[in-house]
């Protein structure tokens, strides 16, 4: 157990939906990490936010926002959704910018 | 860019060693391994940093190569514990955060 949570563990939704993942991080850990895991493209990184500012962009689709809150929790957007997002999505954290906790991750089917 | 790595996968018997290799064709900053299990979320093993700096598990090793923009995880006597998809990371211009992952290294470990 990494001490990261991430909530929903499964999420089934439709094409053009809106869906919403949390995740906790560690205690203490200032850093979020977003990831999305596909068996084509692998792991990709998405976003980076420290102490509730961005911090990194990576491949990030303009229909996917995230944010991260004063008590450290973030949330990661997915809006009109398509069937290519179907995916791993991982969130991780870390104290600095030092070895990243993975949390279990939300695996998205979108039908 | 996305770091290669090789082999793609590899099968071993107990006991054997093992080299997974990772390249990228831009300057890199540092270079971070993660192991992870089918079903499973990654889990860090490593990070080397430009300088020589490192940052792991005793078990295993790493060398980083700053001139050829290469990485080689390095594993002794393997474990069945070892099986697993390996990642290397990327990261470029003087940052941590933000990672580029290889596609990875299906390792297999066989009694």
């Known amino acids: 157990d990494s001490g990261v949570t991430q909530t929903p563990k499964h999420l089934i939704t439709a094409t053009g939906q809106r869906v919403t993942l949390r995740c906790s991080p560690r205690s203490g850990d200032l850093s979020v990490y977003w990831y999305q895991q596909s068996l084509d493209q692998g792991l990709q990184f998405l976003i980076q936010?420290?102490?509730?500012?961005?911090?990194a962009k990576g491949n990030i689709l303009e229909r996917f926002s995230a944010q991260q809150f004063p008590d450290l929790h973030s949330e990661l957007n997915l809006s009109s959704l398509e069937l290519g997002d179907s995916a791993l999505y991982f969130c991780a954290s870390s104290v600095e910018v030092d070895e990243q906790f993975f949390g279990p991750g939300t695996r998205l089917t979108v039908l | 860019q996305q770091p290669v790595q090789s082999p793609q996968a590899v099968i071993l018997r107990e006991g054997e060693d093992a080299v997974i290799n990772c390249s990228s064709s831009?300057?890199?900053?540092?270079v971070h391994w993660y192991r992870q299990k089918h079903g499973e979320a990654p889990v860090f093993l490593m990070i080397?940093?430009?300088?020589?700096e490192q940052k792991g598990h005793e078990k295993i090793s790493a060398s980083f190569n700053e001139k050829k923009q290469q990485s080689s995880l390095y594993l002794t006597a393997s474990q069945l514990s070892y099986s697993g998809t390996y990642f290397c990371?990327?990261?470029?211009?003087?940052?941590?955060?933000?990672?580029?992952f290889g596609k990875g290294t299906l390792l297999t470990v066989n009694p």
């Open positions: 080397l940093l430009k300088g020589g």
């Open positions: 936010y420290y102490n509730g500012e961005e911090r």
């Open positions: 990371g990327s990261s470029e211009g003087g940052s941590n955060y933000k990672l580029t």
């Open positions: 831009k300057a890199l900053y540092s």
